[in-house]
């Protein structure tokens, strides 16, 4: 089914279809609910975690895992049992924040410089500022490390953040292993104590009662429970005994049943502040399990990173007692995560004018039934995780009752929610349309001119100076373990090029690292595999290589080779760089003229 030929080459205008939408969508709501007082609009709270798919909670049919405070929750609140995110985590995070599919955000990778959120795209934090809310990010944010791309400058006042998309990945603090942490706090690095779920669940309870007398969004991202599967001893001894489990989905029940302990504190202090009636909170998770399809995956096919429905449906679970968002209802219609921006506008009457289509609309219809006829949607979702944007990668087309994977294979939801039995030689109708629904789709996304930009990390700037920038972020094909830490201390190698902007003329030192400069380490160093401990999954790998001798650095007019001398942690390199935007080159070579990143780099305005 992929050939365009048998299809119609026919476009309808996909982004004048959702401008239209978009902007009806704005008139209703400031009509519906203009003018609300600050104390009486409701707070918002969105909880997100990591690798979790439907499978892995009680309340949805595990039998082995333990979560009795988000099954109380699932018994309070409306369901969406057809929800779908995107099959990784950026990009499901992107759409959320946008309204908009993660194909059009520069979003379809978590790293290689493809997981950096255009700076023009407005974002929920955003609209909710402009609209008298204070919001807070507690967790993974994993849309941009630097300077323009980070949650304090997307709409976020007050933010506690590891790195990248996961604790231990480059662009985090140097030797971070989920226990008592150093995370970025407004910015600024601050050390803290315990176990990460627990410090971002503990520092969003602050932010809570701090600005509970005023509306507010508070974002709680878990890193758990990613990999590396890390936890509190107390929380593996819960399940280590349970002879039908692995260990790793050992490790991973306990990192979630941690995470609904805290959901559990969560509501305490909700019921504390007396906030609980007028707060609109959200479960939910990012993608499919990464972990636990081997043991239940709620009868669904795949995982993270899957095009079936295993990878992307996930629970939305929602409640707000003062909107009658209550009681343990389910709504089996097609929705997506990009729906979520748009209801926020529709349900609290936000003031929003989209600069952009949205692809997403408002689910009030649902949450309110009425007699507005809710129309079968097709939605389309795919596993890019490449340099550029590739036609028919690994996708589904989806409406209420079909799935048509990789235009070769459908499948009849109504009686077929595993995904067993491919019909598409017996409806070949059904497949046609959705089909030419993602011929249509795919083009407009290239009518956005999509496929021909890049995201630019702004360095010289007032706003971070100097950028501390990590291979995580290096546009390159053949990435190995560049982008994490432990491809660092075991030099992985590739090569490739960042996208910089300098925003202003000046002087500037560009120091090339292999170790950031937090860790202290040589170029050179070399240290032994860490000491294994019980509470960790994978322990930080030993480096060896020490035969690093030389640096080199491209960048607008300056290109430049220097000696790596004994001792050095950096070298750094001087020179007066026009404002503009340019490709960046910067590699560490070994006595034998093999290339390497420099894993990190740091570029100062002087």
Not at 80 to 92: D, M, Q
Not at 583 to 603: F, K, T
Request: glycine share 8%; proline share 5%.
């Amino acid at each position: 089914m992929k050939s365009n030929s048998i299809f119609s080459k026919t476009h309808q205008t996909f982004l004048s279809l959702a401008a239209i939408t978009t902007n009806l969508l704005v008139a209703n709501s400031a009509m519906a609910t203009a003018n609300v007082p600050d104390n009486e609009k409701p707070n918002i709270i969105i909880v997100i975690t990591d690798d979790q798919g439907m499978g892995d909670l009680a309340c949805l049919g595990n039998p082995y895992i333990k979560t009795p405070n988000i099954d109380q929750f699932y018994g309070e609140s409306v369901r969406f049992t057809n929800y779908h995110v995107s099959t990784t985590c950026a990009p499901t995070r992107s759409s959320i924040m946008t309204g908009r599919h993660t194909n059009r955000l520069n979003m379809f990778h978590t790293i290689t410089g493809r997981s950096l959120l255009f700076e023009d795209e407005v974002i929920l934090p955003q609209v909710l500022a402009q609209n008298g809310y204070t919001n807070g990010m507690f967790g993974k944010w994993h849309l941009g490390d630097n300077y323009p791309f980070r949650p304090e400058d997307r709409g976020f006042h007050e933010v506690v953040q590891h790195g990248g998309g996961g604790i231990t990945q480059g662009p985090d603090y140097w030797g971070n292993d989920y226990f008592d942490d150093t995370y970025w706090h407004n910015g600024k690095t601050e050390k803290y104590k315990g176990y990460c779920t627990d410090v971002f669940f503990s520092e969003a309870l602050k932010f809570i009662e701090t600005n509970k007398d005023q509306p507010f969004f508070c974002y709680i991202s878990t890193n758990a429970p990613h990999g590396p599967l890390n936890l509190p001893k107390e929380y593996f001894d819960k399940y280590k005994n349970n002879k039908n489990l692995p260990e790793q989905v050992q490790r991973f029940y306990g990192m979630i049943t941690n995470i609904d302990d805290n959901f559990k504190a969560l509501e305490e202090k909700l019921a504390a502040l007396q906030l609980t009636d007028n707060t609109i909170l959200i479960f939910t998770t990012d993608n499919g399990t990464a972990n636990g399809e081997q043991t239940y995956n709620a009868g669904l096919r795949g995982h993270k990173g899957s095009e079936y429905e295993g990878g992307h449906r996930v629970p939305l679970f929602i409640r707000w007692p003062n909107g009658k968002l209550t009681g343990g209802k389910d709504i089996d219609k097609l929705v997506a995560h990009y729906d979520l921006l748009p209801t926020f506008v529709d349900l609290l009457g936000l003031n929003f004018n989209p600069v952009k289509p949205l692809d997403g609309i408002s689910l009030k219809p649902l949450l309110y039934p009425s007699e507005q006829k809710w129309a079968n949607r097709i939605l389309y979702m795919d596993t890019q995780r490449l340099q550029n944007l590739v036609k028919y990668k690994n996708y589904t087309v989806m409406d209420d009752n079909w799935r048509l994977v990789n235009g070769t294979e459908l499948y009849d939801m109504r009686v077929d929610r595993s995904q067993t039995k491919n019909v598409i030689n017996e409806h070949p109708v059904e497949a046609e349309k959705l089909a030419t629904g993602y011929e249509k789709w795919w083009q407009s996304i290239i009518d956005e001119g999509v496929d021909q930009r890049f995201a630019y990390i702004k360095v010289g700037s007032p706003h971070e100076n100097p950028s501390r920038i990590s291979a995580h972020d290096m546009m390159t094909g053949k990435f190995g373990h560049v982008w994490h830490q432990y491809g660092a201390a075991t030099a992985s190698q590739a090569t490739g090029r960042w996208k910089i902007e300098f925003v202003q003329d000046g002087e500037y030192k560009i120091s090339l690292c292999r170790f950031p400069r937090e860790s202290g380490l040589e170029i050179n160093a070399t240290f032994p595999e860490q000491e294994p401990q019980i509470e960790l999954e994978r322990v930080f790998p030993a480096s060896v290589k020490s035969d690093f001798a030389k640096a080199y650095i491209y960048v607008a007019d300056l290109a430049k080779t220097a000696n790596i001398e004994a001792g050095a942690k950096e070298v750094s390199f001087t020179a007066k760089i026009s404002s503009g935007k340019y490709d960046m080159e910067a590699q560490l070579i070994d006595n034998d003229g093999r290339v390497y990143p420099a894993y990190y780099v740091y570029i100062e305005k002087l």
